[in-house]
């Protein structure tokens, strides 16, 4: 007997190609036919009428290293279709790790979890045993790797110092980790050079992993930060997914054109290289990374000290190279609070209107945000509106982009009920589907599909997922063309999608008609040879 039965749907296979009315069969884990199921009998059925059977969608870039280990249902995923995330992401990783501290200050921490893993592998053991909603490959953080070999991670690395670093690294990737995520634009990988990064990009490379860049800086010296990590794929052949991609606030209006150049170029010489993008205007970070680099010195302790500080203060507002140009020019009416623990009331309004709120300059406005999450301060989240329209539909109209949340996964209900974020957080595949597909029309269905499921996968090694096949893992979602849309707002952010009417993770119904159904069945991905 066949235990789920999908008929009457339109199948998109994930790989690009035209879709096909067909019914697709599951038993336990995996997809046992596609077409004519023969009359046999099913435990239960979907109709599927109307709708679109695609792969789970793949999300290849996450932060939910930490939500998943306060709340694994990974509700916001589930119901967007997302049955994969890819974590440990911009050189932030939960492991390795030898100082429970150093964690509290990666993007997505969360208070109240007791960190009682150290290796790769511990912390791969700690999500399976915890039990997880979607399924989870991981990634080794370079700024985690840092900072178990480097006191605070900082200051360039001696011989014996990244001789263990790619030590660790190499034992990562044995125990499961499938490569290397870089965050040179954060502390402390802004402190690597490129010397080291060949070094670890060497053991990726021998162990078929992938190497996921987070590069220096995306506006005006956006050709020399794209160059280091292109040069560094082409020395070690590494295989390079390039993160984020998308020009920043900045940017010369010709920065695709000469990205996408340097990366076609490569590749014509037997590079691997891909990349992604938010489907969304607004980009997202910490806000402690508008900081200058002297002010993380000491930790946490004394970056507070430092936010305590009238004199610290101008100087730090003086940098000269924020993480952002908006911020050196003032364009404070252009980045909006998204998340802070202790001003929720804040969230949804622009730093402009905060300062004005707070009485004080938006720049002391941040530092008082900051000063108020106290050892929290790496969950306060902003935005700014960093990404031109024109340049994020030249860059998905490349084959080899992929498409990212960059959030992490969260709920609202639960322990996580009050955590908001961007609105990607909840709706990033249906803005993808309704702005690129039904309004603009820049990609089909079919190819659309392709840049979350297979397109991923193949980046991932992921060979039993992301396409409707026969023998592969039965991760499904069926969902509405007419209806699929993002409801989630900057003032609203917690709201599910439209469009998202049932999802399959392994072989298991999880979303039914709209409904989340009990169970996590997720599974953790341990690295495979490629």
């Not at 997809?31 to 059977?53: K, P, R, Y």
């Not at 050189?91 to 921490?109: E, F, M, R, V, W």
């Not at 690294?169 to 290397?180: E, P, R, V, Y």
């Amino acid at each position: 007997m066949i235990d789920v039965l999908i008929k009457n749907g339109v199948v998109v296979d994930g790989e690009g190609g035209a879709s096909f009315k067909a019914d697709v069969a599951i038993k336990g884990e995996r997809i046992c036919s596609v077409g004519q199921t023969g009359g046999e009998e099913a435990a239960l059925v979907i109709d599927a009428e109307g709708h679109m059977v695609c792969p789970g969608f793949i999300d290849l870039h996450t932060h939910s290293d930490f939500t998943f280990l306060v709340d694994g249902r990974a509700q916001s995923s589930l119901h967007q279709g997302v049955t994969t995330e890819v974590v440990g992401q911009c050189g932030y990783s939960c492991a390795p790790c030898t100082n429970a501290q150093d964690l509290k200050g990666i993007l997505g921490y969360q208070p109240g979890v007791e960190v009682d893993w150290r290796s790769a592998g511990d912390y791969l053991d700690r999500l399976k045993r915890g039990g997880v909603g979607v399924n989870v490959a991981a990634l080794a953080g370079h700024g985690s790797l840092r900072r178990c070999v480097i006191p605070e991670g900082r200051g360039q690395a001696s011989d014996e110092q990244l001789q263990a670093m790619c030590e660790l690294l190499d034992a990562c990737m044995q125990q499961g980790f499938c490569g290397l995520s870089l965050g040179l634009e954060y502390e402390p990988g802004i402190h690597a050079d490129t010397r080291e990064l060949v070094a670890l990009a060497r053991v990726i490379a021998a162990r078929g992993g992938i190497l996921s860049a987070h590069v220096r800086n995306r506006d005006v010296h956006y050709d020399m930060a794209f160059s280091e990590v292109l040069s560094v794929a082409r020395i070690t052949g590494v295989r390079l997914q390039i993160s984020h991609i998308s020009p920043k606030f900045g940017a010369p209006d010709d920065a695709v054109a000469n990205s996408l150049a340097m990366i076609d170029r490569l590749n014509s010489t037997g590079g691997d290289v891909a990349f992604d993008l938010i489907p969304d205007n607004w980009g997202p970070t910490l806000m402690a990374s508008v900081l200058p680099t002297w002010a993380h010195v000491g930790g946490i302790d004394a970056t507070l000290k430092y936010l305590s500080d009238p004199t610290a203060r101008a100087k730090m507002k003086a940098s000269p190279n924020p993480i952002w140009q908006l911020v050196l020019q003032k364009r404070w009416d252009l980045i909006t609070l998204f998340f802070s623990p202790e001003h929720p009331e804040l969230v949804g309004k622009t730093m402009a209107e905060i300062g004005e709120a707070m009485g004080c300059d938006p720049h002391d406005a941040a530092f008082d945000l900051l000063l108020a999450a106290g050892e929290e301060m790496a969950q306060v989240i902003w935005a700014g509106w960093n990404f031109d329209e024109t340049m994020q539909q030249e860059l998905l109209a490349h084959g080899l982009c992929g498409v990212i949340s960059d959030a992490q996964t969260v709920a609202p209900d639960g322990p996580l009920a009050g955590n908001t974020g961007a609105p990607t957080v909840y709706g990033w595949v249906g803005q993808f589907f309704d702005r690129y597909v039904k309004q603009v029309g820049l990609l089909s269905w079919e190819e659309a599909v392709r840049r979350i499921t297979s397109l991923p996968a193949h980046r991932m090694n992921m060979a039993d997922r992301g396409r409707i096949h026969p023998g592969l893992k039965a991760d499904i979602t069926v969902m509405s063309p007419e209806t699929i849309a993002c409801r989630a707002t900057l003032h609203e952010p917690n709201r599910y999608p439209d469009g998202i009417v049932h999802v399959l993770v392994n072989g298991k119904v999880v979303i039914h008609d709209g409904r989340r159904l009990p169970g996590n069945h997720g599974q953790v991905i341990r690295r495979r040879e490629s």
